[in-house]
């Protein structure tokens, strides 16, 4: 079963573990992370997430996972992009971290620019069932649309989105 490290509301491991599933405390929170990922022309990257997921069945998304214990939010991006599209992720630039205490999740959000050939992408199908380049404006419709997360995220993405070139 999946293990997760309890941070504090900072970010700091409070030397506590859990599991996928488990509720949580007030001032405790797990770690989620992130990543944008757009190519030199400005389009984004957005997989469409299997049909058997309990949250945002058939629904297209960003790339995002739960950081595992002894994890740090960048490995775990990295682990995620592999995973699900079979990419291999060298870099990512760290964007911004929000905190959801409704939920007790922190978020790091990453972003990356790369050219990735679709036809070349292997598709882990009980994550994700297809994979599509956005424009940024169809990006920022999606996100205006993510009800489902904070709306300091949202504007924050949007305004990351609003400046690529």
């Known amino acids: 079963m999946e293990a997760f490290d309890i941070l504090d509301r900072e970010g700091s491991p409070t030397g506590i573990r859990a599991r996928r599933g488990d509720v949580l405390s007030k001032g405790q929170y797990y770690m989620g992370a992130h990543a944008y990922i757009h190519n030199s022309k400005g389009e984004f990257l957005l997989q469409q997430r299997s049909k058997n997921k309990n949250f945002l069945p058939l629904g297209w998304d960003i790339h995002m996972g739960h950081v595992m214990a002894g994890e740090t939010s960048e490995s775990a991006i990295k682990r995620e992009i592999y995973e699900e599209i079979g990419v291999k992720v060298h870099h990512v630039s760290f964007y911004k971290r929000m905190v959801w205490d409704k ?36 990006m920022i419709d999606l996100i205006r649309q993510m009800d489902y997360r904070p709306v300091d995220y949202r504007q924050a993405m949007e305004s990351y989105v609003e400046g690529i070139r």
């Open 103 to 138: 939920y007790n999740h922190i978020i790091d959000v990453y972003v990356l620019e790369a050219d990735i050939d679709l036809s070349k992408l292997v598709l882990e199908k009980s994550e994700v069932e297809d994979v599509k380049y956005v424009s940024k404006n169809e």
